[in-house]
């Protein structure tokens, strides 16, 4: 199965819709609240589904994986260390040369305008690089 065909007849965007479902708690309304803000702020980004069941956002490569554990939504830009945070938002992986992470904690609120922002920061990157390529 590559990334974006279907597993058991579910795309990836249903797969990452059943994943929010199934947390059923802060988590999964965490996630899903990342997910809006990362689809509002690029309309054509695309979900696809990665290494046996993480959500991963992508435009001209990955913008960030969302992945969920007992006390955080880990959100993990592939390109992290390269982007500007003049707000601080990563808080996790901070030690890679290439990643950076956020945590996101039951009841913590998101600076909306930062996280879009970094969002299209990923993108920029992703698309200097993708045209660096060309």
Known sequence: ???????????????IDGR?????????????RLRALIRQTDPQVVETWKWRG??????DGIICTGET???VVKLTFAKGAALPDPTRLFNSSLEGNARRAIDFQKGEEVDEE??????RAAIALNKSKATAKR
């Open 1 to 15: 199965m590559t990334d974006t065909e279907t597993q058991d007849g579910k795309s990836p965007s249903q797969l």
């Open 20 to 32: 929010i479902e199934e947390l059923g708690d802060w988590r999964g309304e965490m996630l899903g």
């Open 54 to 59: 993480v959500p991963v956002w992508e435009h």
């Open 69 to 71: 554990y007992k006390s």
């Open 114 to 119: 930062a996280f879009k922002a970094l969002v």
